[in-house]
Structure formats: C-alpha cells, structure tokens
C-alpha cells in the first residue's frame, strides 16, 4: 500500500496549487480519502476529506471555499485543489487513507 503526494511548491498570496495523490496496493474506489497539513511547531490537522463515493466531502473552516477535494477512481488519485492561498496555509500536506500516510508535499505561500 503506498500513497505518493505530489504539486506541493511556492505560490505568492492569492496563487493556486493542485496537489496530487496517486495511490497503490489497495482496491482505491472503496476507501475514503484525506488531506491532512502540517506546519512547523503545529499539530496535524485535517483538511479535507471524501467519501469513497465522492458524495461527501468535508473541509477544514478556515480552507471552505477555497479548496475542494476530488477524487478520480479510474486513476487512483485523490487531488487538493487550492485557491486564493494564504501565508497561513503554508504547510507539509499529506495524504492519508487506510490508516496509511504518505511522505507528504510542501507548499509554501509566500511573497
């Protein structure tokens, strides 16, 4: 089982990121799907998250109606669409399904 996170970069305020999950090993279609972050000196927090449906998703307060979560079966992967950006999100974003973590992306906002 592996997930591998990737899209994470350095984005000015107001930018926008895709991050990607690509996962492997399980039966994808039947699992849901997080976005957790962490930020240096902070506990992890969870983002968003999807049903293994997609009907249901789930978002952090302080990210609603900036980022949507979304998941694509037929390729295994899970994305974090990012948009008007802060210097608040700047984080490590990791993917998290069946109890497993992936190695995470960095995304850093900053002028």
């Known amino acids: 089982v592996q997930l591998v996170e990737s899209g994470g970069g350095l984005v000015q305020p107001g930018g926008s990121l895709r991050l990607s999950c690509a996962a492997s090993?399980?039966?994808?279609?039947?699992?849901?799907m997080s976005w957790y972050r962490q930020a240096p000196g902070k506990e992890r927090e969870l983002v968003a998250s999807?049903?293994?449906?997609?009907?249901?998703?789930n978002y952090l307060d302080s990210v609603k109606g900036r980022f949507t979560i979304s998941r694509h079966d037929g390729g295994n992967t899970v994305y974090l669409q990012m948009n008007s950006l802060k210097p608040d999100d700047t984080a490590r974003y990791y993917c998290f399904a069946r109890g497993i973590w992936g190695q995470g992306t960095q995304v850093t906002v900053s002028s």
């Open positions: 999807i049903t293994s449906s997609g009907g249901i998703t």
């Open positions: 090993g399980f039966t994808f279609s039947r699992y849901g």
